[in-house]
């Protein structure tokens, strides 16, 4: 959503998915907790690598509220580790609202950091010393019908304008056979610079142009045990332009320029 004028440059990380606690039930394989969690460690590397200003979290961070308090414990630490703001929206995995996960441990008491989004009516965090205002809706469990962008506000005063959703981008031809719509009307509506989307594995973007920017960062490490995830780096440029790049949790690996990222077909 490019606009006249210059802009002071920022650097995001955008990562979602990342399930952590997906393997604490009794009798999991502790290769794949171990894996996980390394997996979140290196996001956090990179994110401190790239000397990223603000990570956004899209949801399902958490795979449950049941996960154990070492891996609130880890998660804590970790966030603190980027020692940059982050926002956290939930997913349908880790929603607020009774019994959620986040209200088990103050991720703050230890990332100050840290804010995580929780009103079902939608907020603006302004980010203290950005120019940058990050919009959510958050979500409970019984919400079936929740759509994550529904009811969007206009832009507001800071320079940069985020949305963070969790759930699914319904492609214009789609038939409507999941839960957790994001429409591109909603995008339309929301006019927003970058919107970070979670909820599809698979890293994607699914708009542009006159949309505004808007992917999916896919999850860092599968849940079907599958290794070679990316986090995405977006930088925001002075003249409004929005660039994507996807970095491999393999180190050495070469990253993915913003052409060459999987853009859903047919869009426009
Ligand atoms: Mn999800």
Sequence with gaps: MPRSGTRP?????????????????RGADEGSRAALEAGFRRV???GIAEGVDLALIAGDFFDNARVREETLAFAAEQLARLDRPVVIAPGN????GPHSVYDRRDLSATAQNV????QQDGETVAVD???????????????????????VPPRGDAAWQLGVGHGHFIHPNAL????????EEHLVEAQ?????????????????GELGEAAYSGAPIGLGGESGGHVLIVDLQ?????????????????????????????LR
């Design 176 to 183: 409507l056979h999941h839960s957790f719509h994001i429409l």
């Design 44 to 46: 956090i590397d990179i």
């Design 9 to 25: 440059r920022l650097r995001l990380l955008h990562t979602s998915d990342v399930h952590l606690g997906a393997y604490d039930y």
């Design 238 to 266: 002075e003249d409004g332009a929005v660039t994507l790049r996807a970095v491999p949790l393999a180190e050495g690996a070469p990253h993915l320029a913003h052409d060459d990222l999987p853009y859903l077909r047919g």
């Design 93 to 96: 995995h880790d929603h607020v």
């Design 115 to 118: 804010t995580v989004m929780r």
């Design 192 to 208: 927003r610079d970058y919107v970070a989307l979670g909820h599809w594995e698979q890293m994607t973007r699914v708009a542009a």
């Design 129 to 151: 010393g950005l120019e940058v205002e990050v919009w959510a809706r958050s979500h409970t469990e019984t919400l079936p019908d929740f759509r994550p962008f529904e009811g």
